[in-house]
């Protein structure tokens, strides 16, 4: 047995299972990871890592706990126990399942040594070194048993290797859960920290588009299904990863379809369902948010050790042939992190588990818009942060304003943080600002016509994660919107609504598709005109809401965090914003009064402070 079984039951057991040769622990280095790392750099603990044998058949795997739990008996009483933790520790055992991001080397003994090829992937990590589950066991002082595989699915039965190597077929996330339910009799340790983290692959193999919403769904369900096989066996702690942002991964980059922005919208889509589904289950299963520290890595490289944030490591010779500079990077390859950032993953999975799955990185995420105030005359914005009354948190202030001077905001840059931007009518320029501090001007270009009465509007046209401008020409009731925020022709050409009406364009993500379209609304019946296609044709939605023939103005945004963009008003007389949540009539579900009252101020949406925050 290759010195795998170093109790004498253990040997016992490998004579009557010699199909399962080294799927034993191995008690000399603990986990079948190196104890000897790239130069030493990180000590590792003595931990336990689950590992099964190559070319096993799906039906061998599920059969395979099973058949030793009558091994474990036997080292259970030999007197085999996990490794004592340390004093201030409360898990027994650290259990993870999941796909490359976790596994430690499981997928290549599964193939007899084939995937991932060793090198460039290390030791059957899908990194340069040690992976997150390790980096936290060590941490925590606590055994791994560790049933990731690499290419495993959550929605079903599938990898992504399925069919690439003959006889195999590989484990998906719901197999190793069964699997590992078998093994222990469908009874698990109620002390042990189960984590489980998947779907990303669910999402990033689904090669046809039009199926993507169908995939995010599936890959929800399966998590959801294989938390509740988990809680029923027994576990009372349990922490499920979130979906870290797949629009800023190098792939997403490298990817013509689906775009970078239609990847961070399913990410985020797919977050909001997984938390939707696992607070059902209690307290005793919680999520962490790693998109969060993905995105506030890829904001501020510097405070984390990075120099790249967008590419991957393997594509630079540099790179891959010096340690020094591994470490300066956030991705191995397209998809998958250096060792480095699984440190801050087990960082951050290690501080979920010491309060509950609620850690710094879920808790300063605010997905939502927020309100603001423009003064044409003087050029000035107030931004809140908050929904709720208070200070501004921004005022930046726009140069050369004049009275005609119309405030916009959009996120131009595709960083997630929604920031200023101005049109001139008079000029027919735009001025865009990816600062809300100072409020500097890193875009001015002329778009439309001068000296027109056509007012601008901002949004997402083709689902690329980056706002882009647009006009709309009351007089003919026709829209120009544009996909880039240069000169140039309009890419979409629309008549919607009345003409020579007095109605205000609007734009949002009504449905919450990950691409903004057009809107208009009506003063004098107090309605909303709501389309969810860039293209002439009678209203998706109409939103009867506040009332007629009044002052007040139009304000849309996400004012939940949930995707979607729901309507709202602002009552200049009284300085007060009314908002809905939903794109439906009924009383304003957020009511805060900003700003003085009454003023000639006029309000705009946005998500000011982003998601890409620096966490402490």
């Known amino acids: 047995m290759n010195g795998d079984w170093p109790f004498g039951a253990g040997f016992a057991c490998a004579e009557v299972l010699p199909d399962f040769e080294g799927i034993a622990p191995n008690a000399e280095n603990g986990a079948g990871i190196a104890t000897k790392p790239r130069e030493n750099r990180w000590a590792t603990a003595s931990l336990m890592s689950v590992k099964l044998p190559g070319n096993m058949n799906k039906n061998k795997f599920r059969s395979f706990f099973a058949l030793l739990a009558t ?25 993870v399942f999941g796909d490359s991001l976790s596994d430690d080397g499981n997928l290549l003994q599964f193939t007899q040594g084939q995937v991932p090829a060793d090198p460039p992937y290390w030791q059957g990590r899908y990194s340069n070194d040690i992976v997150w589950p390790e980096y936290v066991a060590t941490e925590l002082g606590i055994p791994l048993e560790n049933v990731a595989y690499g290419g495993a699915q959550s929605g079903g039965e599938t990898s992504i290797y399925d069919g690439e190597i003959a006889n195999s077929n590989f484990p998906s996330l719901p197999e190793e859960v069964a699997g590992y339910l078998a093994f222990w009799s469908n009874s698990v340790d109620s002390d042990a920290l189960y984590v489980l983290w998947a779907g990303a692959n669910d999402l990033l193999d689904t090669r046809n588009e039009s199926r993507l919403d169908a995939a995010r769904r599936d890959a929800v369900d399966g998590v959801v299904d294989a938390v509740s096989r988990l809680v029923t ?12 942002d797949l629009g800023l991964i190098p792939y997403a980059s490298s990817n013509n379809s689906p775009s970078p922005g239609r990847f961070t919208r399913l990410s985020e889509q797919f977050n909001r369902d997984l938390l939707a589904a696992i607070e059902l289950f209690g307290a005793g299963v919680t999520g962490f948010d790693s998109l969060a520290l993905h995105r506030a890595a890829v904001a501020s490289p510097n405070s984390y050790g990075f120099s790249n944030v967008t590419s991957a490591c393997l594509n630079s010779n540099l790179c891959r042939n010096n340690l ?40 300063r995420l605010d997905r939502a818009d927020s309100f603001g105030l423009f003064k044409p005359r003087t050029g000035r914005y107030l931004l809140r942060n908050d929904r709720i009354a208070g200070i501004p948190d921004y005022t930046p202030l726009v140069s050369s304003p004049s009275s005609s001077t119309v405030p916009l905001s959009g996120d131009w840059n595709g960083d997630l943080t929604d920031t200023i931007g101005s049109y001139d009518p008079v000029a ?40 882009t401008i647009g006009l709309y020409d009351p007089a003919r009731g026709v829209f120009h919107l544009r996909n880039s925020n240069s000169p140039g022709p309009a890419d979409y050409i629309f008549r919607y609504g009345p003409m020579a009406a007095q109605w205000v364009a609007l734009a949002g993500d009504w449905n919450g598709d990950g691409r903004h379209s057009i809107g208009l609304y009506s003063p004098a019946s107090g309605t909303f005109h709501l389309r969810n296609s860039n293209a002439g044709g009678v209203a998706d939605l109409a939103v009867r809401y506040g009332p007629t023939n009044s002052p007040w103005l139009p304000i849309v945004g996400d004012w939940n965090g949930d995707g979607a963009t729901t309507v709202g008003l602002y009552d200049p007389v009284r300085g007060r914003f009314l908002l809905r949540k939903t794109n439906t009539g009924g009383v304003a579900e957020i009511n805060a009064r900003f700003g003085p009252a009454p003023s000639d101020w006029l309000p705009l949406a946005g998500d000011w402070n982003g998601r890409l925050l620096p966490l402490p």
């Open 233 to 244: 066996a027994g576990a009372e702690r349990i922490l499920v990863g979130m979906m870290p």
């Open 428 to 467: 027919g320029v735009f001025a865009l600002s990816n600062d809300n501090v100072a409020g500097s001007q890193l875009n001015q270009f002329r778009y439309g016509p001068t000296g027109a009465s056509w007012t601008p509007l901002a949004g997402d046209w083709d689902g690329d994660g980056r706002f």
């Open 71 to 95: 091994c474990f008996a036997a080292f259970t009483v030999l007197g085999f126990s996990p490794l004592p933790a340390r004093a201030d520790v409360t898990y027994s055992k650290l259990v």
């Open 324 to 363: 020094k500079v591994q470490d300066s990077y956030l991705f191995w390859d397209d998809r998958h992190p250096t060792t480095a950032a699984h440190r801050l993953l087990a960082q951050m999975v290690a501080e979920a588990a010491a309060s509950g799955g609620h850690g710094p990185a879920e808790q």
